[in-house]
């Protein structure tokens, strides 16, 4: 009897996992359509510097780089 349940529990188990892997694939972009201006860099230093600005910028585009 203990080990049907043993058994039963392991199915379980990964079934839940199976189940579980296919909705976490489920990718919805929601209300981004109108967004993409926002991924494009506002700086030709910044962007020939693969975005990696944090302590080299200075002025307003600093804000862009480093927001803290």
């Known amino acids: ?3 049907h349940i043993k058994i039963w529990t392991g199915i379980a188990v990964i ?3 199976m189940t579980a892997s ?3 694939q489920k990718n919805q972009k929601l209300a981004q359509t109108g967004f993409q201006f ?3 860099v506002s700086d ?3 962007s020939a510097m693969a975005e990696a600005l944090t302590s080299l910028e200075t002025g307003s585009s600093a ?3 480093n927001p803290a």
Do not use: C, E, N
Request: hydrophobic share 55%; charged share 15%.
């Open 44 to 46: 030709a230093r910044g």
């Open 15 to 17: 079934l839940t996992m």
């Open 1 to 3: 009897m203990r080990r």
């Open 38 to 40: 926002l991924s494009v």
């Open 22 to 24: 296919v909705y976490s």
């Open 63 to 65: 804000l862009f780089f």
